[in-house]
Structure formats: structure tokens, C-alpha cells
């Protein structure tokens, strides 16, 4: 398909490259709006938010646009050169070397962006406490200016404050599941339906941790041995999602950040990405549900009947599967959860 040229390219290997190409720029486009919160292949999109930008007196955003632009048709007119020249050559695959640049080029934008309990640290410890430290070292002012002055220096050790209370959370256990309750038939009739009518799309089973040695925190952790491709079992997949509970409040981003706020933008973040998270909560991890007395973030909730059924908003199709299942289907869920 990469080599047929003349009669050879005929209505079939082209829908076949059609295909492929489809796929590339899909990927490329769900790959753009994941990191950059834009299209980045759609030009006519593109095009508009420039001039949208532009007259929003939003210079920052017109730039990106305008850019995405630029390197799409750099893009197509370096393919177009790479293709003209092998076919005058002759090379066997005139499209397979623009395809393989094209590869190497997208799998280097495959970058994660892990968090960690070491940047939880470091966020609670100045918004929750007003200590900066390396990770958020900017101290905001009264008049929103932001100051540069880490709190919280390395001690002795090399190891500062965020360090140590990452380690102590690092070292504590979620609690056992009830292996007698766990075992029984209720349970696992109430863990089998729990995966069927779709809780565990959110509240997921099982995990594993980058293998050892994975760097993160933009290069300022490695995962040592002792928690390299460890597999755990939280029932939850540690990610934002709207399941109507939320209070709406934005977080004040320049207050919250400091300048940083503005490289982590045009970094990796949209401000799209921050006014999302007005109504998101984090995934509650289910191991060790049945301990606590009060559910959901604000605790409003006293029984698991409760919790679940004021799941709206993204989880609202599952929580309507789980009201019309029998009473003792959504009994089998109970002690499910009451086995965690
Ligand atoms: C779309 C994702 C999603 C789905 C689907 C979902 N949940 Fe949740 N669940 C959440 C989030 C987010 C929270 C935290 C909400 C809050 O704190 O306000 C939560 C909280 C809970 C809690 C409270 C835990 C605690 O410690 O406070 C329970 C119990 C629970 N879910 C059970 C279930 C069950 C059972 C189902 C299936 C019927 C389900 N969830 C489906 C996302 C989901």
C-alpha cells in the first residue's frame, strides 16, 4: 500500500492508506486536545480561533492557533517533498519514510503527566498551609504579586519537609478487604454486577505503578524499586469527573499557582482545563469504604445507598442501572462495598 504507484494504486489500497491516515490524524487530533485542550490538525478550526483570539485581545491564544497552523502545512508540504522525491527516485515505499517521520515525530509528543503523592505534598503544603517549597515556590502576595522565597529548605538529609510527609504517606496501608465477607456468595454476586452495570469504569479494581526507575514530576521523582510495577487494587481511577456533587467554586488559579500558572497553560494545561474542574471531584478509592462513617467529599452521605444513588452528571447512566436492579441485586452491591 505504501509502494503502489500507476496501475498498482488502485480504489483499494487507497481506501487501505485512506484508513491509515485517518487513524494518524485522529490520533494526532485526540493526542492535541488531551495535552493542548485544542484540534491541532484542524485548520479551518485553527483559522477561526485566530481571528476569535484575535479580537478578544487574547494574543496568547491567536499564537498558539497560529502555530498549529504553520507546522500543519509545514507538515504537508515536507511529506509532499518527501513523497515527490522517492517516487522520483524511484524508492520502493515513495509514502512508508513521510509515514515513519510522521510516527516518530507524533510518538514523541506521547508524553505523560503523572501526578504523584510528592506533588500532592507540595500543593498542600503552601494551599493548605501557606509553606512554599521547590515544587510551588512562589509565595502570592497580598496584591496577587507573586514572590519567589521555597519555605521549606532541605534539611541535613538533602531531604526537605514535602519529601518526608510523601514518604510517611507513601508508607501507610489502605486496610485490608473482610476476606470472610469477601468470600461470601453476596459479595461476589454484588462485585460481578458492581463491574457489569458500570461502577468500575470509575471506581476501577485494579492498578499498577510505573515500572521502577520511571521518572516523574517533571523528572524530579524516580519511582525506586520498592513501589516499581507494584499492583493494587484502590477501586478507583484517580481522575476528576462530574458526578453532580460538586460545589462549582473554580479554584483562583493565579492566587493558587502564582506566575506558574501561566507555564503550566501554555505548557500542558488549557484554561479550559481549569474551568472544567469547577464541578469535578476526584474518584473516592473504594478499599477501605466500609471504615468510614460519612461518605463523599462532603460527607453528606450516611449510607452506601445513599452515596450511590446522588451519583448524577457524568455517572448518571450507571446509577440509573443500578435503580432498576431488584432489591437484592443492589443488596449484593451493599455488601460488596461493605466487604472493601
Ligand atoms: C463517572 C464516574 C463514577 C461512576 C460510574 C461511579 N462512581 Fe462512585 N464516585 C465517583 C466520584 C467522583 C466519587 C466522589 C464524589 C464526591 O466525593 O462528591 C464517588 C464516590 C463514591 C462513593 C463514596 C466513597 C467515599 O469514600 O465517600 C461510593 C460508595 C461509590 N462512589 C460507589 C459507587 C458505585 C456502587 C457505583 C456504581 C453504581 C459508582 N460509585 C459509580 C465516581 C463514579
Redesign the pocket.
Known amino acids: 500500500m505504501f509502494s503502489h504507484e500507476g496501475p498498482a494504486r488502485n480504489a483499494r489500497s487507497n481506501s487501505v492508506l485512506a484508513g491509515y491516515l485517518a487513524f494518524v490524524a485522529g490520533f494526532a487530533n485526540a493526542a492535541g486536545f488531551v495535552l493542548f485542550g485544542a484540534f491541532t490538525s484542524h485548520v479551518t478550526g485553527n483559522v477561526a480561533r485566530v481571528s476569535a483570539s484575535v479580537a478578544r485581545g487574547d494574543i496568547k491564544g491567536a499564537e498558539q492557533a497560529g502555530v498549529l497552523v504553520a507546522v500543519f502545512l509545514l507538515g504537508a508540504v515536507t511529506a509532499s517533498l518527501l513523497v515527490e522525491t522517492n517516487l522520483f527516485r524511484r524508492t520502493s515505499s515513495a509514502y512508508g519514510a513521510a509515514l515513519l517521520v510522521q510516527g516518530g515525530l507524533l510518538s514523541a509528543f506521547v508524553v505523560t503527566d503523572a501526578a504523584s503523592l510528592l506533588s500532592f505534598a507540595g500543593d498542600a503544603y503552601l494551599n493548605e498551609m501557606g509553606i512554599t517549597n521547590r515544587l510551588q515556590p512562589d509565595e502570592v502576595t497580598k496584591l496577587c504579586n507573586t514572590v519567589s522565597e521555597p519555605n521549606d529548605t532541605p534539611g541535613a538529609d538533602g531531604l526537605s519537609d514535602i519529601d518526608h510527609f510523601a514518604r510517611f504517606i507513601r508508607a501507610t496501608k489502605a486496610p485490608a478487604r473482610d476476606s470472610q465477607l469477601a468470600s461470601s456468595a453476596l459479595a461476589m454476586k454484588g462485585n460481578a454486577l458492581?463491574v457489569k452495570?458500570?461502577?468500575a469504569?470509575?471506581?476501577v479494581e485494579t492498578l499498577t505503578t510505573a515500572p521502577a526507575g520511571t521518572k516523574i514530576d517533571g523528572g524530579t521523582f524516580t519511582i525506586p524499586a520498592a513501589l516499581g510495577s507494584v499492583t493494587f487494587h484502590p477501586y478507583a481511577d484517580f481522575l476528576m469527573?462530574d458526578?453532580g456533587?460538586g460545589d462549582g467554586i473554580l479554584q483562583a488559579t493565579r492566587e493558587h499557582y502564582g506566575k506558574k500558572v501561566f507555564q503550566m497553560m501554555s505548557a500542558y494545561l488549557a484554561k479550559q482545563d481549569f474551568e472544567s474542574s469547577r464541578n469535578k471531584?476526584?474518584?473516592?478509592p473504594?478499599w477501605g469504604?466500609r471504615l468510614?462513617p460519612r461518605?463523599?467529599?462532603?460527607g453528606a452521605s450516611l449510607t452506601?445507598h445513599d452515596?450511590?444513588v446522588r451519583?448524577a452528571g457524568?455517572?448518571a447512566h450507571?446509577?440509573q442501572q443500578?435503580e432498576k436492579l431488584k432489591p437484592d441485586d443492589q443488596e449484593a452491591?451493599i455488601q460488596f462495598?461493605k466487604s472493601l
Open positions: 458492581f452495570i458500570g461502577c469504569t470509575c471506581h469527573h458526578v456533587t471531584i476526584r474518584t473516592a473504594l469504604v468510614r461518605l463523599m467529599h462532603d452506601f452515596a450511590i451519583h457524568e455517572a450507571v446509577t443500578f452491591i462495598l
